[in-house]
């Protein structure tokens, strides 16, 4: 019984630094998301300049090489951010799992489910 109260508290641990992460891959997420929309809107903004057909600008701003690793980085961190959900996700069920374990316990008497008395 300490035993699945010992690995709750782990979990607990575990949840509270996965979720500090997933604040910091979310600022990040965002710095970079913003980093690559000024940096394609001053991109866009000198094709015009250029007076690349309107039609295609987009396609030639993306494929600049600043712009497109501006993309890259921001992608990255939204993976990130997104992989720090999912592992928050799948603490909460082990938690739950582990709370299931203990109230069977508790309510097994200490015997364990299905034992005889």
Excluded: H
């Excluded at 094709?47 to 993309?71: H, Y």
Aim: glycine share 6%; net charge negative.
């Amino acid at each position: 019984m300490q035993d699945l109260y010992a690995q709750r508290e782990e979990l607990f641990r575990q949840l509270m630094c996965e979720l500090e992460a997933m604040r910091r891959t979310g600022q990040q997420y965002a710095q970079n998301e913003s980093e690559y929309r000024r940096a394609l809107r001053t991109a866009i903004l000198e094709e015009r300049e250029k007076k690349t057909p309107v039609t295609i600008i987009g396609d030639v701003c993306r494929g600049r090489e600043d712009i497109a690793e501006a993309k890259m980085l921001r992608d990255c961190a939204e993976a990130l951010y997104k992989a720090s959900a999912e592992a928050i996700m799948a603490l909460k069920l082990r938690i739950r799992t582990v709370d299931d374990d203990i109230r069977r316990e508790w309510t097994s008497g200490g015997t364990g489910e299905g034992s005889y008395l």
